[in-house]
């Protein structure tokens, strides 16, 4: 390891201005954002989980809002890992920073940091480097938000450690939306319930410290081997927003022989939950966005996964109200003219905005109140095949699929069961799909009962 001592620096200090003009991102579809939703509502498309070289994304922040832009979104959470983009930070303009800074000149995006050359003494030698001062939450906000048209919500991704039952390290990662300066990462390993529990109630602390709307998400569950599991997460009633829907190509969402699906763990805990007279879960879907220039399947681009969420207003608290009450539904492609439940008649209705050479087939999911809640823990292995710790298999009755129907257009009434939602699948590929999953557009929505 060499020894650095850095004697400060400035010398230039150089603006990368502003450059006009607009680039295309090729195949990637544009989405119609703001979609009437009737009584002076409209469905806004959300990107809840983003990232951009404040950590591991590969983009600046400028580049990363201006993408998320052109693609039709109406607003956008910047996630980056255990940081908030609220001071003043200057990275090193590597390979990496360097390839960020020529993207966003060729695409035309303004750069708000300036670059400073940093003098330091390495073994004794002078050496030059240049630096860049990465845009600040407030600077974005100040060029990107419209009212009423795009909105930045001041967001973190936290992860902590947790401790599987049977002794493996696991991992608990949460978003939380709408706050105003970093957030520390919580140190330590708890057992996997007592850390997503615990996690949850200090971020959510946050909101009440401050006296502001905070909303927290407990991110890819199946993730990085199913270290949440469905019991667990069903146990920690502070859990609301759920990611089951993280379109990375890296998060086990489908599941494995042994493993339940992220789907399916949804489900797993939306019956227990339900069932107990406990609150249900609500689900989103996600980029987790780290790469913006290969949209390839083993890539993470933006795009592929996000929220329609139903608002009278685009305003942060408007948001996240809408999103903790469940008044949305998650997409890959898949857009709504209408989710509606009638609490008196209990009939869920759902109709497709379609789009032309696509067939849609809408599948009603949900558990009968006489489906046994029992289970039984099954051997399942660990990634590199070494016996892991069982997974409790559940009875399949758990979140079957009770009624499909071709079209795009239907309804189902609740009766004995203790949820219903519906999961829209189509035939269309996805113009960006992860590696390994699923490659049509579908929408979730949420549950009802
Ligand atoms: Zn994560
Ligand atoms: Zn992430």
New binding site residues.
Partial sequence: MKRRDFLKTTSAITSLAAMGGMASLGTIPMATAAIDAGNGQKWYRGALHTHTVWSDGDALPEVVVSMFKELGYDFVALTDHNTFASYEYWREINPQIQAAIDQAKKRGDPIFGDVRETKATVDGKEETKQELRLATFEELSRQYDQTGEFLLIPSE?L?RSGKSTDGRGTSI?ANIFNITKPIPRAEGELPTEKGIREEIRRLQQVGMDEKRLVAVQL??PTWVWFDNRAEEIAAVDEVTLLEPYNLTPTTNRLGTKEHESADRVWDIVTTLRIASDRKPVFATATD?SHNYRDFGGSASPPGRGWVMVRSVELTTEAILTALLAGDFYASSGVILKTCEFDSKTKKLMVEIDPKSDTKYTIQFIGTKKDCPLDYEDVPAPNKDGTPGRPNRKYNAGIGEVLQKVEGTKAEYTVTNEWYVRARIVSDRTMASAPTGECTVEEAWTQPVF
Avoid: M, Q, Y
Wanted: net charge negative.
């Fill in positions: 991704e992860s990662h991110n890819h987790d």
